[in-house]
């Protein structure tokens, strides 16, 4: 008897793991701004200016990443006679840094974002009104050269992590050699029932400048950070302000934003940066806004408002005035 039988030939890539090709996302941002100030003496100031403009690249590669962000900037700052080709737009790099993550561990190197800043700007929502006063005050960078480690906390409640950095922030070159440690913490309490409320945390020592000032940052605050409504508070202590080692302040701010009918935006935020504790010195700031948003694209009708207090009156000029703007 002749038995016959079909037997399927074997796969060529029978037993081969077929590894997935990286990934790429494009990121672009842009920022544009008319803005009219309106000083208590003479005319109105209006001024057109474009204070961010970012391109750049996200690769993912099972557990690797990386990213490549230039942005443009000014070849001259505020009050500056010399830069290159008058006022000029030169590109510099934001970000540029290459990672892994295992499992719940996360490590990333190069000129990498710092850890407390982008989850401050991720609750406030709207960083094309201003930056936060972390980053106003010169208080902490947003991001920096150096490296950094997470670990997340299971179920999505958050993090705990520290980055060692020059110090000096992406805009400065460094100036000492000495470095910043970071400790930085982010824990979401009700993550498992679906609240996006957020306890921050963060304590910051090193040294700032040439003569290689002691500085140190800590503080913290809460935020809701939820798609339609958001709101915050937190308030941080500094020592090694101005230059002087012993001088000590006091950052408190605040916010809260509104979404209505998924497209109408309504915001206001507080910033009070006492820039020191041994006398009257401080700096008010208030902002309110009203925008629209579709897809990419925000636009804001604002009202700011800064108010040198006691001691910085005299010695911070240029804020005799209301400011009018309209944003991206």
Do not use: C
């Not at 497209?263 to 935020?269: C, D």
């Amino acid at each position: 008897m002749l038995l016959l039988t079909q037997v399927e030939a074997p796969s060529a890539d029978a037993g081969v793991e077929v590894l997935p090709l990286p990934s790429f996302s494009p990121r672009a941002d842009a920022f544009g701004e008319f803005n009219a100030r309106f000083p208590s003496e003479g005319p109105a100031l209006p001024a057109f200016t474009v204070p961010r403009v970012q391109l750049g690249l996200d690769a993912a590669w099972l557990g690797a990443s990386a990213r490549v962000l230039a942005e443009g900037a000014y070849a001259t700052n505020g009050g500056a006679l010399v830069g290159v080709q008058g006022d000029s737009v030169v590109l510099r790099l934001r970000e540029a840094w290459a990672g892994y993550r295992w499992r719940f561990l996360e490590a990333r190197m190069g000129l990498i974002p710092t850890l407390l800043i982008p989850e401050l700007e991720r609750g406030f929502r709207f960083r094309e009104l201003g930056a936060d006063g972390l980053e106003r005050q010169q208080l902490l960078a947003p991001a920096d050269l150096g490296a950094s480690l997470r670990g997340f906390l299971p179920g999505g409640h958050g993090f705990v992590g520290v980055a060692v950095t020059n110090g000096e922030g992406y805009t400065s070159r460094e100036l000492n050699a000495g470095k910043n440690v970071d400790v930085t913490a982010l824990v979401r309490p009700f993550a498992a029932l679906g609240l996006p409320l957020e306890v921050l945390g963060v304590a910051s020592f090193g040294t700032q400048g040439v003569p290689q000032i002691p500085t140190a940052r800590a503080g913290g605050g809460v935020q809701w950070s939820g798609p339609v409504l958001g709101a915050g508070a937190s308030l941080f202590w500094a020592r090694g302000l101005l230059g002087e080692a012993s001088r000590t302040g006091l950052l408190a701010q605040g916010f809260v934003r509104l979404t209505l009918f998924e497209h109408l935006h309504l915001t206001a935020r507080t910033q009070y940066f006492a820039r020191s504790l041994a006398q009257e010195d401080g700096l008010f700031e208030g902002l309110l806004g009203v925008g629209g948003g579709h897809a990419f694209v925000d636009g804001f009708v604002a009202w700011a408002r800064t108010v040198p207090v006691g001691v910085a009156r005299p010695s911070v000029v240029g804020f005799d005035a209301h400011e009018g703007a309209e944003t991206r």
